[in-house]
């Protein structure tokens, strides 16, 4: 293979986006799982992340927080929408329905948290800036 083919396969593949469970939103009848931590919502100029975040043994909380760790390597929640209720570990998630309302389920299927929102569009939930 001479140098030219191989610099054009070389620079293909370190432009390509590499696999991750990281996400830019969350699309209509989607979900985001307790069970899989590396599922988080980024926002476009990655300053802020969403997701479960881990309150206690087995206990998380749905939150954002500041993507950059500071000094002391932990993230800086700037956001908690069940603080007073933290979700199970197993089988609770996160869900964009697809009448527009945004739930957090417990492990047993108990609605925790709710906008209540309704939309009659395809619905999309983004973290701006």
Request: some cysteine; proline content about 6%.
């Amino acid at each position: 293979m001479d140098a030219p083919v191989l610099l054009l396969l070389l620079a293909l593949i370190l432009s390509s986006p590499l696999p991750s469970s990281t996400l830019d939103s969350l699309s209509q009848g989607s979900s985001l799982s307790v069970g899989k931590p590396e599922q988080v919502l980024i926002s476009q100029s990655r300053i802020f992340s969403a997701g479960f975040y881990p309150v206690g043994d087995n206990a998380y909380c749905l939150a954002m927080w500041f993507t950059k760790p500071s000094y002391d390597g932990k993230h800086t929640v700037v956001w908690m929408a069940n603080r007073n209720q933290p979700v199970n570990g197993n089988f609770s998630k996160l869900s964009l329905l697809k009448n527009g309302d945004l739930i957090l389920t417990d492990a047993g299927r108990f609605i925790v948290w709710a906008t209540k929102t309704v939309g009659i569009s395809p619905v999309r939930l983004h973290l701006f800036k």
